[in-house]
């Protein structure tokens, strides 16, 4: 069982940065796909970015440029850097884990089996 806790969330002012962490727990982490996803209210989860274990990733059009995906396997955390958030980049964002090997990003959720609890990211306009 892997568990994942994100952090980092918070109320900003659009062109502002933040950084959210995932922390996880469990010793394959390593081996992991990495992904994290946000839903608005009143829409569906959407992608945002993904990374294998290999390093590979993949990112959503609308963040593609402003966001990264990076992992630590030493610390077992896969951040988010989110640089000139816009303000419907608002939403809660989710952290997720994926077992199976996969010789792409994992983009789906249903490619997941673990996942955070959510933190809210709200920038103002």
């Known amino acids: 069982q892997v568990q994942l806790v994100e952090s980092g969330g918070g109320l900003v002012q659009a062109g502002a940065s933040l950084k959210l962490s995932c922390a996880a727990s469990?010793?394959?982490?390593?081996?992991?796909?990495l992904g994290w996803f946000r839903q608005a209210p009143g829409k569906e989860r959407e992608f945002v970015a993904a990374?294998?274990?290999?390093?590979?990733?993949s990112y959503a059009d609308s963040v593609k440029g402003r966001f990264t995906i990076s992992r630590d396997n030493a610390k077992n955390t896969v951040y988010l850097q989110m640089n000139s958030l816009k303000p419907e980049d608002t939403a809660v964002y989710y952290c997720?884990?994926?077992?199976?090997?996969?010789?792409?990003?994992?983009?789906?959720?249903?490619?997941?089996?673990?996942w955070g609890q959510g933190t809210q990211v709200t920038v103002s306009s």
């Open positions: 997720a884990a994926g077992r199976r090997y996969t010789t792409s990003p994992k983009t789906r959720p249903e490619e997941y089996d673990y």
């Open positions: 469990g010793r394959t982490f390593s081996t992991y796909g």
């Open positions: 990374v294998r274990g290999s390093g590979t990733t």
